[in-house]
């Protein structure tokens, strides 16, 4: 099975600042690498496919790059909306394997 | 619009079995792969099962196989996991999610709400 690692587990940010999530694949999964967002108690919504596609309706603050084994999600500029737990996916093999989710906290 | 709504979720005893249900509209859902995921309470996402669209093909999470079964009725647009021989650790709430098969990438482009199994004595 491919691991995905996540770091940070938390990050703390205030309105304005520029974030940064990195995901690492335990093995090459080219570009098969999405991000999703969870809200609490709500379901996930996919927020980038392929590394680096923005999905639909996604506001253009949201980016993701890499390829391999490293991957990025950049907020930059971080909105009230965005604060939430972040995962990423592989979609290169079975299991669909997530990362263990970064939550980006209010400071 | 695309929309998923699960059903089936409830407390049940460890060893007994429960279906989930997840019915889908605004969509062909007939010609879409999908799929199981849960999120034990406070954790993280964990990838359960996946079907093909016509169920020639289906994977498993390896602590699921062999116990929990997915399917699907095209007809009634409706995809169902059948879990058998249920655990403390299954307890989760379960989401159906849809496959984004217009991307080369597979990703999951649209998820249900969710359902609760607690699996408890």
């Known amino acids: 099975d491919i691991q995905m690692t996540q770091s940070p587990s938390s990050l703390s940010a205030s309105v304005g600042d520029r974030v940064t999530i990195t995901c690492r694949a335990s093995?090459?999964?080219?570009?098969?690498l999405n991000w999703y967002q969870q809200k609490p108690g709500k379901a996930p919504k996919l927020m980038i496919y392929?590394?680096?596609s923005l999905y639909s309706g996604v506001p253009s603050r949201f980016s993701g790059s890499g390829s391999g084994t490293d991957f990025t999600l950049t907020i930059s500029s971080l909105q009230r909306e965005d604060f939430a737990t972040y995962y990423c996916?592989?979609?290169?093999?079975?299991?669909?394997?997530f990362g263990q989710g970064t939550t980006v906290e209010f400071k | 619009q695309v929309k998923l709504v699960e059903s089936g979720g409830g407390v049940v005893q460890p060893g007994r079995s429960l279906r989930l249900s997840c019915e889908a509209s605004?969509?062909?859902?007939?010609?879409?792969?999908m799929h199981w995921v849960r999120q034990a309470p406070g954790k993280g996402l964990e990838w359960v099962a996946v079907?093909?669209?016509?169920?020639?093909?289906?994977d498993y999470a390896e602590p699921v196989k062999g116990r929990f079964t997915i399917s699907r009725d095209n007809s009634k647009n409706t995809l169902y996991l059948q879990m058998n021989s249920l655990r403390v650790e299954d307890t989760a709430v379960y989401y159906c999610?849809?496959?984004?098969?217009?991307?080369?990438?597979?990703?999951?482009?649209?998820w249900g709400q969710g359902t609760l199994v607690t699996v408890s004595s």
């Open positions: 999610a849809k496959e984004g098969t217009m991307m080369v990438e597979l990703p999951f482009d649209a």
């Open positions: 605004g969509f062909t859902f007939s010609v879409y792969a």
């Open positions: 079907t093909s669209f016509d169920e020639s093909k289906k």
């Open positions: 093995q090459s999964i080219t570009s098969y």
């Open positions: 392929g590394a680096s």
């Open positions: 996916q592989q979609t290169y093999s079975i299991p669909r394997t």
